[in-house]
């Protein structure tokens, strides 16, 4: 989970690097990411209001966060 807070409107990419150093095969794709509790996705410029927001992915089971 992550806070954000913007002054002025503006946009946001979200970025995920997954790190499978100890044979794992998961993707990006097996994390899902919310923005404000809503579907979002990786790599796409969304656009936010000034305010605060919130980050959230899917937690996988065996994964570290």
């Known amino acids: 989970r992550?806070?954000?807070l913007r002054r002025r409107a503006g946009s946001v990419t979200l970025i995920k690097t997954v790190v499978n150093d100890s044979g794992g095969t998961l993707t990006r794709g097996?994390?899902?990411p919310y923005?404000?509790?809503n579907p979002a996705s990786w790599g796409a410029s969304t656009p936010?209001?000034?305010g605060s927001h919130t980050l959230n992915e899917t937690r996988v089971s065996?994964?570290?966060t």
């Open 48 to 50: 936010l209001s000034a």
């Open 35 to 37: 923005l404000d509790g």
């Open 62 to 64: 065996g994964h570290p």
């Open 2 to 4: 992550m806070a954000l």
């Open 30 to 32: 097996d994390f899902k």
